[in-house]
């Protein structure tokens, strides 16, 4: 199992039910769990060896499964002979900057090829899509979406899966044939959210400019849009593992039946993790580049300034990292990655001075009190997925609130051969004004962009040519190159709900750039016979030779930047015509 898992498992009940990066994966109302197994063997093998506690299964490709279970039999899966490891879900957020300044739109990336990603799937895993928006129609009004998948209504799902409605492409186009909203809804209800996050994001891929006069045109804006609507039913304000594996299996299965080459945005992220691309995530969307002929672009995050990252190499001396934990906080996680090799003590300081060290206990959760916060520490150990050491230590109020004040964690040296030390505090939009004292900016991107084979986009300013603070910055932890390649994410024009445009910041905008600029290639090579081997490594090699220099910086890759900025299609090519 996991660590966050074992931890989970152990802490006190009131503190599991009040920590929702602990309690992710388990419904109270039913008392099971969801989990996520990599299994060995055929799934007929696997079901048939759970099917006394087994309440719901669901086969995804790689010999990946997603099960539901009583609580009482979590400990039977662990001598199951089928399963290798078992994974809880983490959460994952979208995450929006508010706009300033200028706006920006897409048209310095229109090409001059006659490209526009026709017979191209862009797939969208996000927070669903405004079906009813003009740039999502053709010109005699009918629907350029294959298909709705809303995992938030419980109705009726594609085959294989349990969960959620599919809305088809003539489902849509009948919904459309009404005028009155109502009668539309009656058909496929309403598939976005307050947010229109989705929606924005699709635009920026594939909108075709029919709501603007053809003055906010997308990227690939004659491609055939395929979404999944994320489901949020956890009520924790984030999306499920399960969920965005379920997506992924979802987009490129269809888009090998129907034969069509897909280009895929995610523009989620978070904080739990190596960052070094070995979550149950990172594996699974590597495993799924492989597959058929697609390309997975995934938006770095917007944590480069948040504070949530300390970094440190250990010698001889002790070293002390401080934080800070604002007023009203219920709650904080704080996950040290270390190579396992390495020994030292750990002492934790409250607000007030008080001082605890804590004891290695390896595969026990240890209980601590300081002033009137209780810190539950579990000591992990390498995994058959990690060879890094993870110390998980979970804050939680003895009253109400924890202490708020400037905390401290101090290394003490014992033996020390690598020395690297990592510190990553929860992502989550709750502990936004909590951070270190002295942050370390480089290795804040969020998970999964760290993800090998996915092309990771971080946000660059168009009108001063320079990256932007919030974006999330590289490399991983093993040194891979991330992000890849800065697209841009400072007040980008899109669609919105009721036939709108808004403006909206973040790597959620600057990713679905590079999403709808693979579409061009693959029209380009895989539709127009011109290269028929344009996806994968392959199609990002392309893009990311052909990137321009950014204002500031002039050697690269860049932790910042990575190969640079994104370049139009006619640029890219150049490389090839």
């Known amino acids: 199992m996991d660590n966050e898992f ?3 498992l152990s802490v006190p009940d009131n503190v599991f039910n009040e920590n929702s990066q602990l309690n992710t994966g388990y419904k109270e109302t039913t008392n099971t769990w969801e989990l996520i197994i990599k299994y060995n063997g055929s799934y007929k093998d696997l079901i048939e060896s759970l099917k006394d506690v087994l309440i719901k299964s669901e086969e995804l490709l790689f010999s990946y499964a997603i099960i539901i279970i009583p609580d009482f039999a979590v400990t039977i899966l662990e001598s199951n002979q089928f399963i290798d490891n078992i994974y809880k879900p983490e959460n994952y957020f979208f995450e929006t900057e508010i ?16 490209l526009t990603g026709n017979g191209v799937l862009i797939g969208i895993i996000d927070t669903g899509i405004d079906y009813t928006h003009p740039d999502f129609r053709n010109t005699d009004g009918t629907t350029r979406i294959f298909a709705i998948w809303d995992q938030s209504v419980d109705n009726n799902p594609p085959d294989g899966y349990y969960k959620g409605t599919l809305y088809t492409m003539d489902m849509i186009n009948e919904a459309l044939s009404y005028s009155n909203p109502s009668d539309r809804y009656q058909i496929v209800p309403d598939t976005e959210t307050l947010s229109g996050h989705g929606t924005h994001v699709a635009g920026i891929c594939a909108g075709n400019g029919n709501a603007s006069n053809k003055r906010y045109v997308g990227i690939a804006p004659e491609s055939t849009l395929i979404v999944v609507k994320l489901d949020t039913s956890n009520n924790t304000g984030g999306y499920q593992t399960c969920r965005i594996m379920e997506a992924i299996n979802y987009l490129i299965t269809t888009a090998a039946d129907l034969k069509m080459p897909i280009a895929i945005n995610i523009s989620i992220g978070n904080n739990y993790g190596a960052h070094n691309g070995q979550t149950v995530l990172e594996q699974y969307i590597d495993n799924a580049c492989n597959y058929y002929k697609n390309n997975i672009v995934i938006g770095c995050g917007n944590n480069g300034a948040l504070r949530k990252h300390y970094e440190t190499i250990l010698s001889n001396d002790i070293q002390k990292a401080d934080f800070a934990i604002t007023e009203f906080e219920t709650y904080l996680n704080v996950q040290i990655w270390k190579d396992f090799s390495d020994s030292f003590l750990i002492m934790i300081t409250s607000p007030s001075g008080k001082e605890i060290m804590i004891n290695e206990y390896i595969n026990i959760t240890a209980t601590y009190i300081l002033d009137n916060t209780y810190l539950y520490v579990y000591y992990g150990t390498p995994n058959p997925d990690n060879i890094l050491q993870e110390i998980y230590i979970a804050f939680s109020p003895a009253k109400t609130y924890l202490d708020s004040g400037i905390w401290g964690i101090s290394f003490v040296p014992q033996k020390i051969t690598q020395g690297r030390v990592d510190i990553w505090l929860s992502s989550n939009a709750q502990f936004a004004e909590s951070g270190f004292l002295n942050p370390s900016s480089d290795t804040t991107i969020t998970i999964p962009s760290t993800s090998y084979y996915a092309i990771s986009v971080g946000a660059m300013d168009t009108v001063t040519n320079r990256y932007v603070s919030f974006s999330g910055r590289g490399y991983t932890r093993n040194n891979i190159v991330k992000p890849d390649i800065l697209a841009p994410g400072i007040n980008i ?16 905008m600057a990713a679905p750039f590079v999403t709808g600029t693979a579409a061009l290639l693959m ?3 895989l539709i127009n016979g011109n290269d028929n081997f344009m996806y994968g490594e392959r199609l990002k090699a392309y893009i990311l030779k052909n990137t321009k220099p950014l204002s500031g910086i002039n050697n690269y890759p860049d932790k910042r930047a990575g190969y640079g900025a994104l370049n139009s299609i006619n640029a890219i090519l150049k490389e090839l015509v």
């Open 6 to 8: 074992m931890l989970a």
């Open 99 to 114: 706009p300033t300044g200028n706006a920006a739109n897409t048209s310095i990336f229109n090409p001059t090829y006659s």
């Open 493 to 508: 024009i899109s669609c919105a709900p009721n036939n709108s445009y808004t403006v909206k910041s973040g790597t959620s």
């Open 523 to 525: 029209e380009w090579g």
